[in-house]
T-cell receptor
């Protein structure tokens, strides 16, 4: 099983739609979880950290399910500017500072 | 600009040549990472420094790759005897020492093309 797995997509959604991405991770000892956004030919940028109780930042909501070892990202009211690749990121284990990236899920928001 | 800086932005080299990339992290960040990314893939971890100490290395980092951070500030990544399979975007990132939950701040990357 890969350390971090994501559906590569692409997800093509109309403006205003709600879209959700899931990510699974293999190491039950992982403690740190993030979603990064990467635009074409640009560097990844932090979108949001993921906390155990779930957290929200504007139109974005992240959830963590430790029992099932998956993380989700929900985007409400999609904008054209949300078109990007979304990378799920997990640390390698308890206290590890090595962050493992998934392959990413590509989102295209269509007018 | 106080972000992570990488140099050069692009490098084209012939197979067999050596190349060296430089990364200047955010000044107050103790941790520095190197990742490699190819088209359609997520960034793959190469190595990580805490100050000047190289604490983790990936199995991806063959003996042709070496990274240094001699004074705990900037870092260099050298690839010897480059191969076409080394063509990729090399990303440097830094983070502060605030536990394992500190996110990474990436530079713009160095795009390497080996011909």
């Amino acid at each position: 099983r890969k350390e971090v797995e994501q559906d590569p997509g692409p997800f093509n959604v109309p403006e205003g739609a709600t879209v959700a991405f899931n990510c699974t991770y293999s190491n039950s000892a992982s403690q740190s979880f993030f979603w990064y956004r990467q635009d074409c030919r640009k560097e990844p940028k932090l979108l949001m950290s993921v906390y155990s109780s779930g957290n929200e930042d504007g139109r974005f909501t992240a959830q963590l399910n430790r029992a099932s070892q998956y993380i989700s990202l929900l985007i409400r009211d999609s904008k054209l500017s949300d078109s990007a690749t979304y990378l799920c990121v997990v640390n390698r284990g308890a206290g590890s500072y090595q962050l493992t990236f998934g392959k990413g899920t590509k989102l295209s928001v269509i007018p | 600009d106080t972000g992570v800086s990488q140099d050069p932005r692009h490098k084209i080299t012939k197979r067999g040549q050596n190349v060296t990339f430089r990364c200047d992290p955010i000044s107050e960040h103790n941790r520095l990472y190197w990742y490699r990314q190819t088209l359609g893939q997520g960034p793959e971890f190469l190595t990580y420094f805490q100050n000047e100490a190289q604490l983790e290395k990936s199995r991806l980092l063959s003996d042709r790759f070496s990274a240094e951070r001699p004074k705990g500030s900037f870092s260099t990544l050298e690839i010897q005897r480059t191969e076409q399979g080394d063509s990729a975007m090399y990303l440097c990132a830094s983070s502060p020492s605030k536990g394992a939950r500190s996110p990474l701040h990436f530079g713009n990357g160095t795009r390497l093309t080996v011909t």
